[in-house]
């Protein structure tokens, strides 16, 4: 059954089977979540907005800016896309103290820190259950129509914890104003 166990459970699964290869680990994350009921993938989308939504915080969105140097609305969805692949605990560990990224084993080759793909990975996996990768609409209007349960709603949320200063104010213009928000990010990556 899915909920938010069986969320991080599947992405940190592929992400390990994957050996850290972030395209590796979409398409083994689309396989697997697959084989799951048509109701169970949307919840897993629902679950995944959620966790994306309480993500949306000014100071992450700093240590995004340092780490693909600068980054815009998209960039910044796409970030907390692979914050979120990366696994429960470095996704956590980031809404409390976002310089805490600089602790995760990431391959410093990469260009950007960026995962647009796992935005869509419950719609790629719906439309592969189906039987019809080039159905837009149907994954969609189902995803309209579906709604957790406010409890489990609830239960999601409430396991989050913030850094307090974690709508902090910066400047992409300002440097030091970014560098007293993520110090080790800037420290390694500017």
Known sequence: MMDKNKFWELIQTSYKEANWETDKQMQLLIGKLSEYSQEEILKFGKIYEIYAKESEK???????????????????????GWLISRGKEPYFNALINPDSIIDLDMPYQDDYYENKDMISVA?????????????LDTYYQRMRQFELDPKEIFDIVD????GEDINAEWDKKDKESVRTLVPKLCQQYW
Request: aromatic share 12%.
């Open 58 to 80: 000014s100071k992450l969105w700093a240590a995004a800016h340092v780490l693909n140097d600068g980054c815009s609305e998209d960039c910044f969805e796409s970030f907390r």
């Open 123 to 135: 719609e790629l996996a719906f439309n592969k259950k189906i039987g019809n990768d080039d159905d």
């Open 159 to 162: 396991e989050i914890s913030f």
